[in-house]
């Protein structure tokens, strides 16, 4: 069995390091000294696809995927973002035609590559299950793709919020917040309180190797922030989607 990684950066060798015994692994990156084959050969016959790429690449990746991949695959995106004012499971319903899920926790790449326990959520509505994983990622299955992708965006948001406003007891604020936002998009509220939700936003917000949190404090700080923060180009994307300033906190921000 062969299970392909598109993006060679700190979560894509975590995602290598954690792959079992026995399975073939090719990893392509767009810088050839993070990856060892072209995204032909990588993408060829896996099994499993892991995309562990900026979420503004998403579309060039799901390009490759209709030209070199199975159709069988099972892709599982890890992550983080918005693309073209759009949550990621938006453009992969439309586009992607291939059975996929979303991997997202509070998932430290510098803890899981030293073999430390990780929990992640695996949303799919597939059935399909994640099988070439060692066991120190402790993984739950849902359905609720759409909260989960809704999430892994939030919460990097939300943890700028916390660092520019100095006060981790605003988590619950966010969280209460996301649970409304959760609902008015469809997704299920009960994910907020999940690894993807919670546990994800703790973990970004309080981290002091948390690139959100510090953005948010430069913010306070400075008035600016020369960090390229995953929260601070989603909230561009926001911005470009509009109807996001409805809710008190991401106005704050937006």
């Known amino acids: 069995m062969k299970a392909a990684i598109v993006g ?20 392509f990156d767009i ?20 995309v562990c790429t900026p979420s503004r690449a998403i579309r060039e990746v799901i390009a490759h995927i209709h030209t070199y991949a ?19 499971f938006e453009i992969l319903d439309a586009e992607l ?41 402790q993984i739950q299955n849902s359905v609720d793709v759409r909260g989960v992708s809704i999430m892994g965006v939030l919460k990097n948001v939300y943890a700028i919020y916390i660092g520019f406003t100095n006060d981790e007891r605003n988590i619950q604020h966010a969280l209460r917040e996301a649970a409304v936002i959760l609902k008015d998009m469809g997704g299920d509220t009960a994910t907020v309180m999940g ?21 948010g404090i430069d913010m306070r700080k400075t008035g600016s922030s020369s960090l390229d923060a995953e929260g601070a180009l989603a909230l561009a994307e926001m911005k470009t ?3 996001m300033d409805r809710y008190p906190i991401l106005k704050s921000l937006l």
Do not use: W
Not at 121 to 127: D, E, G, L, M, P
């Open 8 to 27: 060679g950066g700190e979560i894509g060798q975590a995602i290598k390091y954690l792959i079992q015994e026995g399975i073939d692994i090719s990893l």
């Open 31 to 50: 810088h050839p000294k993070r990856g060892d084959s072209s995204v032909a050969e990588c993408l060829s016959d896996a099994a499993y696809i892991f």
């Open 70 to 88: 199975r159709k069988d695959a099972l892709v599982v995106i890890l992550s983080k973002g918005m693309a073209d004012g759009k949550f990621l």
């Open 97 to 137: 035609q291939r059975a996929y899920g979303f991997l997202y926790g509070p998932m430290i790449a510098e803890d899981m590559l030293q073999g430390k326990n990780a929990e992640a959520v695996f949303a799919t509505t597939s059935r399909r299950e994640i099988k070439v994983l060692k066991r120190s990622l």
């Open 195 to 215: 690894p993807s939700g919670a546990g994800d936003l703790i973990a970004t917000a309080t981290s002091i190797h948390s690139k959100n949190r510090q953005y």
């Open 241 to 243: 989607r509009g109807g």
